[in-house]
């Protein structure tokens, strides 16, 4: 396209993400420039076109269009590609829809609408011979979507494990290092801007849920959706965990996990998301406060790992822009739809109860004699062997605790136990339990 002078760009939605790369655009237009090529905000659509005016104005985008219609900015046929930055699910899913079949790229941050819809929006962006980024919906301003679909494929990826959500990977640092219990580091989270009124999506594992399905999907070439990641959120930890974790030689976190399991397109996927005990000299273990990170094992590369800021407007409107560049080097080199949906196999999703893992457990009991036996027999019917147990903290004059940790286990065999174990005699309370990961999990 030697006739074309610039990359005009249309943004969908000027909130928080939407004006983050409005705002990484307009600051950095000049090396995007040296770098690719001119790239220019030319229209926004939003439905509070005062306040939309008014950061445009400020930004110094005065000659930027601006339509309150999305469709509006569709139909202009100057726009190359559009950004979706509204959020959600059915009017997002309409907009890329319409913005991919009119043959304008698109670029989106979007990860509930991927994590359900993702193979049919690539599909329709493969039919229309256009390109559909999505580096900012997993992991903010973190590449590692590009990482894993191209840098690393010339691998067979073996695993991902991921702290991928800011909000719960502050609060789990607070309970750790300060010693503080899960409502004190919620409140804490809140009120710094790390956690929302209804932090529900973030602590029960739901957004992790959606980014380790759209990892699993890029990584194992087979489409994983939202509802087959199982998910367990962090609201029962308690201060006690995270001191007996330390105890053991453990950080507990926020993990979401994908596992591909046998032959390289045969096999299983392994996909889930719940606090984990991870040893204390684990990369991952080491990543505190709202950063995220994501561990990699591939069969060449072996470990690596990415680390950053995992949400916020610049650092995810750095992951919209370098989308936007790429998609522009497309357009110029008239080569879109170079690399479309990789997801060419059907791997079933092994279901939760057929997972295999270590256990901790902690139980208040009576104390008193044989209580040690009886948790060892409910163990044993359940076909749970034990790898380490231990009485700790005295709760009342006649209660204790115990912690277990057990070797190996089913997901099904370990809440069968746990069921035993929460009407015996002997038993005040099952107070959890975490899964727990070593060098051979």
């Given at each position: 396209?030697?006739?074309?002078?610039?990359?005009?760009?249309?943004?969908?939605?000027?909130?928080?993400?939407?004006?983050?790369?409005?705002?990484?655009?307009?600051?950095?237009?000049?090396?995007?420039?040296?770098?690719?090529?001119?790239?220019?905000?030319?229209?926004?659509?939003?439905?509070?076109?005062?306040?939309?005016?008014?950061?445009?104005?400020?930004?110094?985008?005065?000659?930027?269009?601006?339509?309150?219609d999305w469709r509006q900015m569709i139909d202009?046929?100057?726009?190359?590609?559009?950004?979706?930055?509204?959020?959600?699910?059915?009017?997002?899913?309409?907009?890329?829809?319409?913005?991919?079949?009119?043959?304008?790229?698109?670029?989106?941050?979007?990860?509930?609408?991927?994590?359900?819809?993702?193979?049919?929006?690539?599909?329709?962006?493969?039919?229309?011979?256009?390109?559909?980024?999505?580096?900012?919906s997993v992991a903010g301003g973190i590449p590692?979507?590009?990482?894993?679909?191209?840098?690393?494929?010339?691998?067979?990826?073996?695993?991902?494990?991921?702290?991928?959500?800011?909000?719960?990977?502050?609060?789990?640092?607070?309970?750790?290092?300060?010693?503080?219990?899960?409502?004190?580091?919620?409140a804490e989270a809140q009120a710094l801007g790390?956690?929302?009124?209804?932090?529900?999506?973030?602590?029960?594992?739901?957004?992790?849920?959606?980014?380790?399905?759209?990892?699993?999907?890029?990584?194992?070439?087979?489409?994983?959706?939202?509802?087959?990641?199982?998910?367990?959120?962090?609201?029962?930890?308690?201060?006690?965990?995270?001191?007996?974790?330390?105890?053991?030689?453990?950080?507990?976190?926020?993990?979401?996990?994908?596992?591909?399991?046998?032959?390289?397109?045969?096999?299983?996927?392994?996909?889930?998301?719940?606090?984990?005990?991870?040893?204390?000299?684990?990369?991952?273990?080491?990543?505190?406060?709202?950063?995220?990170?994501?561990?990699?094992?591939?069969?060449?590369?072996?470990?690596?790992?990415?680390?950053?800021?995992?949400?916020?407007?610049?650092?995810?409107?750095?992951?919209?822009?370098?989308?936007?560049?790429?998609?522009?080097?497309?357009?110029?080199?008239?080569?879109?739809?170079?690399?479309?949906?990789?997801?060419?196999?059907?791997?079933?999703?092994?279901?939760?109860?057929?997972?295999?893992?270590?256990?901790?457990?902690?139980?208040?009991?009576?104390?008193?004699?044989?209580?040690?036996?009886?948790?060892?027999?409910?163990?044993?019917?359940?076909?749970?062997?034990?790898?380490?147990?231990?009485?700790?903290?005295?709760?009342?004059?006649?209660?204790?605790?115990?912690?277990?940790?057990?070797?190996?286990?089913?997901?099904?065999?370990?809440?069968?136990?746990?069921?035993?174990?929460?009407?015996?005699?002997?038993?005040?309370?099952?107070?959890?339990?975490?899964?727990?990961?070593?060098?051979?999990?």
């Open positions: 396209m030697a006739d074309k002078t610039e990359i005009r760009v249309g943004i969908v939605g000027l909130g928080t993400v939407g004006g983050g790369t409005a705002t990484v655009l307009t600051e950095n237009a000049a090396i995007i420039a040296s770098r690719a090529f001119p790239i220019r905000l030319a229209a926004v659509a939003d439905i509070d076109t005062t306040r939309a005016r008014d950061f445009l104005d400020k930004l110094g985008q005065k000659s930027t269009i601006l339509y309150n202009d046929p100057t726009i190359d590609i559009v950004v979706e930055t509204i959020g959600g699910i059915n009017l997002a899913r309409e907009v890329i829809s319409a913005a991919l079949i009119a043959g304008k790229t698109v670029v989106t941050a979007n990860k509930d609408l991927l994590a359900v819809h993702g193979g049919e929006l690539l599909r329709i962006a493969g039919e229309h011979e256009n390109d559909l980024f999505f580096e900012a590692v979507i590009q990482a894993v679909k191209e840098a690393l494929a010339g691998n067979r990826i073996q695993s991902i494990m991921g702290i991928l959500n800011g909000t719960t990977n502050f609060i789990l640092t607070r309970m750790s290092e300060d010693g503080t219990d899960f409502a004190e580091a919620l790390y956690a929302e009124a209804d932090p529900t999506a973030d602590v029960e594992g739901w957004d992790a849920a959606r980014k380790i399905a759209i990892l699993s999907s890029i990584a194992f070439n087979s489409r994983v959706t939202y509802d087959m990641v199982p998910c367990e959120g962090i609201t029962k930890i308690s201060k006690w965990d995270m001191i007996y974790a330390k105890e053991f030689g453990y950080v507990i976190k926020m993990v979401g996990i994908a596992r591909h399991q046998g032959c390289a397109e045969e096999g299983f996927i392994e996909a889930r998301v719940h606090p984990l005990m991870l040893p204390a000299n684990h990369p991952l273990a080491t990543v505190r406060d709202s950063y995220n990170a994501v561990f990699i094992e591939g069969n060449a590369v072996e470990k690596t790992m990415f680390y950053g800021r995992g949400a916020g407007a610049l650092p995810t409107g750095s992951a919209i822009v370098g989308d936007i560049i790429q998609a522009a080097r497309n357009i110029m080199h008239n080569s879109k739809a170079r690399l479309g949906c990789t997801c060419h196999l059907d791997l079933p999703v092994l279901p939760l109860d057929e997972v295999v893992s270590k256990y901790y457990i902690r139980v208040s009991v009576y104390d008193r004699v044989g209580v040690f036996a009886s948790l060892s027999a409910a163990l044993r019917d359940s076909n749970v062997s034990i790898d380490a147990a231990m009485q700790k903290r005295r709760i009342s004059a006649d209660q204790a605790e115990i912690v277990i940790i057990t070797h190996k286990v089913r997901h099904a065999d370990i809440l069968a136990a746990l069921s035993i174990i929460e009407n015996l005699d002997c038993t005040c309370e099952v107070c959890g339990y975490i899964r727990v990961e070593n060098e051979e999990s």
